[in-house]
């Protein structure tokens, strides 16, 4: 009974977005007050701690939105400066094929931003990149979701690992090392095959005709980009640690990526174009702008996350001036909301959107324009985000209760390790996803079951760094279906209600995804312990 009570948080809304194709406002909506009455009659919360945890969530869903904004904003002052179609432009020169601009756009240059930024922004930024690009907006949202996964082990320059892990004993600098060469070790049998799953999934679902063909003409391709990312990233992890192997190794794939495009080495002569939009027109108008200053605001971005990031200093000022984080909320010390505005990748993308318009000597007007637009996209996407963010922390906070429980996420975990620690290297990474999918952070899915994780391995006597290993790259692979990512992305394209529809798509490759890491354990383990 209390496990399908700590399980609703999972299943409730599955139920009403999957299998009842709500849209996310009514669907969370529903959910937030079922898991909150469960939460207060069933595991003994208190009305202080529920609306704590709404408050927690009505914080941190303007730390979402101001995310959304900024890249809403970035975007449209590139379309009203004409930087976008001239973007478009330098994508067809390397390759017309749609499956080609999927692994440059999402995959690689999406890992690009998830290495720099993290929080939900790569796919926030990609996909309204490829609608440009003539993407219809569903295989944009489906295929940004699914190529923001095997990059999201290394997040806003290792978070998941130096943050998830922070709270273990023996943490170090070494211990985290350790775990970050065991996750590119796993992602050599697993993380190779994102772009190959990637891709089905788009012809899968989308495409029109031959779609065997499609995919195996694909194939070789693919694998050179797929290890090309997985080898470089457990190189970088042995030389550098975390902090930046999702960057390195994308920037390593993408010079792979465009030199190969280029010269069509390995790739079918035929272009695939069964994802165009058929309301998208082709500007054939002559563009004066250099390619350069058309991508210089997304160069700004990157640069000023990795400055704010990686600098100490400049990390300081950021994460000291203009700090509206709310710690103890309603006097509970472990319920804190972080709002750290100059740190924020929002701010960071507004400041590149007003860089846009200097640079590209563009009227200040612009601005003006995208911001109404951007704000017109995402008006009702907050009340979506308030839902999904108090149930989730309803959830998380399960434990402050008046019955001596633990909290709910703990004892889905405890009780998987019950009655599944035999096989616990096939499950462990199922976990890490199911703590994404509800509290849509690889990061906290970490932090909430690292502890677990590594008391399951020392008493199975499983390799630790193993299995904290298949928890962050599952909790990778659940960033694909977490509830208020899908939200987001499907609100920055303007395709509010289709949540359900893009989880059902999205689904498929994150157990896929999760089930290769499992192979991957046992295979690693089988060999070398």
Known sequence: MMLLVAFSAVIVPFIFLVLLRMSALKGMTISAIIITLLGVFVWGMNGDVIIASLLQGTHKTFTILYILFGALLLLNTLRQTGAVTRINEGFKQI???????????????????????????????????????GFRPIIAVVTALVAD????????VGTPVLVGLSTLNDADSSFFQSTAIRITTLDLLSGIFIPIIL??????FFGKNNKLKSIVEMLPWLALIGIVYAGSAFIYAFLFGAEFVAI???????????????????????????????DYEVTTKEQSMPLLTAWAPYLMVVVLLLLTRTVPSIKHFTTQVLDLTWNNILNFETITSEWEILYSPGTILILSAIFAVFIQRKPLKDIGHASLDSLNTI????????????????????????????SMPEYIAKDMAHYLG??????????????????????????????????????????PFTVLA???????????????????????????????SVIRKTLGPALIYCLLVGISAFIFTWLFF
Request: proline share 4%; aromatic share 6%.
């Open 95 to 133: 390759s017309g094929d749609m499956r080609v601009q999927v692994i440059l756009v999402a995959f690689l240059f999406g890992s690009l931003i998830e290495g720099a930024s993290g929080f939900g922004t790569p796919a926030m930024v990609t996909a309204p990149l490829m609608v440009a690009l």
């Open 149 to 156: 996964s095997v990059a999201v082990s290394f997040g806003a």
């Open 199 to 204: 891709i089905t999934a788009m012809v899968l």
């Open 248 to 278: 390195l190794g994308s920037l390593t794939g993408l010079i792979v990526a465009v030199i190969s495009a280029r010269k069509g080495w390995l790739l079918p002569k035929e272009e695939w174009t069964d994802g165009l939009n058929p």
């Open 379 to 406: 008006k009702t996407t907050g009340i979506t985000l308030i839902a999904t963010l108090a149930m989730v922390h309803v959830f998380i906070n399960s434990g402050i209760n008046t019955h001596d429980l633990i």
């Open 422 to 463: 035999p096989i616990w290297l096939f499950v462990a990474p199922f976990l890490g996803a199911l703590g994404s999918f509800i509290t849509g952070s690889a990061t906290v899915s970490t932090l909430t079951f690292s502890p677990i994780q590594l008391n399951i391995a020392e008493t199975i006597g499983a390799e």
């Open 470 to 500: 298949a928890q962050i790259i599952g909790a990778a692979a659940g960033n694909m279906i977490c509830v208020h990512n899908v939200v987001a992305v499907c609100a920055v394209v303007d395709m509010p209600g289709k949540e359900g």
